[in-house]
């Protein structure tokens, strides 16, 4: 209640936007969460979550859970992970969805708050092993919006399933534009030279 009172002042002093759901998001999922261009990205998607009852739990380096706002991060739905074994994480995504029917992984694909030539594919191969669906959420500085938009089940064609994300990610820009660049994996340039 009281975090759901904080998302409504921060849009307020923020003149920020949250666009209410249109659907039901899918139980259990990988939420994308893009385009992560600063922190404030991350603060719009949380308030976006909560203000629209999207109980979503995110992933944050482990230094981040260490101190004295560990607590809090916990609270709005961090779970803590070591990124030195980035394999490791997939496999732990999987066990912990297979495990919670009601479970919502907000994964940043970018993986930086830089512009970057490629998506960390992560939330890919959480989703194609977890066999659950990709829901796509957004932040938009340009209309000062977030919100949720569709979700669809990863194919096994990263190149088709990259570009219903490119397409709905297209007119995004985050909130420090200029630091998103259209959405690319590493397997889509590997799939056309094999």
């Known amino acids: 209640m009281i975090v759901r009172a904080l998302c409504r002042l921060w849009c307020l002093l923020f003149r920020w936007r949250v666009e209410p759901l249109d659907h039901r998001v899918p139980t259990p999922c990988v939420v994308?969460?893009?385009?992560?261009?600063?922190n404030w990205d991350f603060l719009a998607l949380i308030a976006s979550a909560r203000l629209n009852d999207v109980d979503i739990r995110w992933l944050g380096k482990r230094q981040m859970f260490?101190?004295?706002?560990?607590?809090?991060?916990r609270h709005l739905g961090g779970v803590s992970v070591d990124r030195s074994a980035p394999g490791g994480i997939v496999g732990e995504m999987v066990s912990l969805l297979a495990g919670n029917p009601e479970l919502m992984v907000v994964v940043p694909a970018e993986g930086t708050r830089s512009a970057t030539d490629y998506w960390k594919s992560g939330f890919y191969r959480i989703a194609s092993?977890?066999?659950?669906?990709?829901?796509?959420?957004?932040?938009d500085g340009r209309t000062r919006s977030s919100g949720f938009?569709?979700?669809?089940?990863?194919s096994g064609d990263v190149s088709a399933d990259m570009d219903l994300i490119r397409d709905f990610y297209e007119d995004k820009t985050g909130i420090k534009s200029g630091r998103f660049e259209t959405p690319r994996l590493r397997e889509e340039d590997l799939e056309r030279t094999a």
């Open 129 to 139: 092993e977890a066999d659950v669906p990709i829901q796509l959420s957004y932040v």
């Open 66 to 73: 260490e101190g004295p706002l560990g607590p809090l991060f």
């Open 32 to 38: 994308i969460a893009a385009p992560h261009t600063s």
């Open 149 to 154: 938009g569709p979700s669809f089940r990863p």
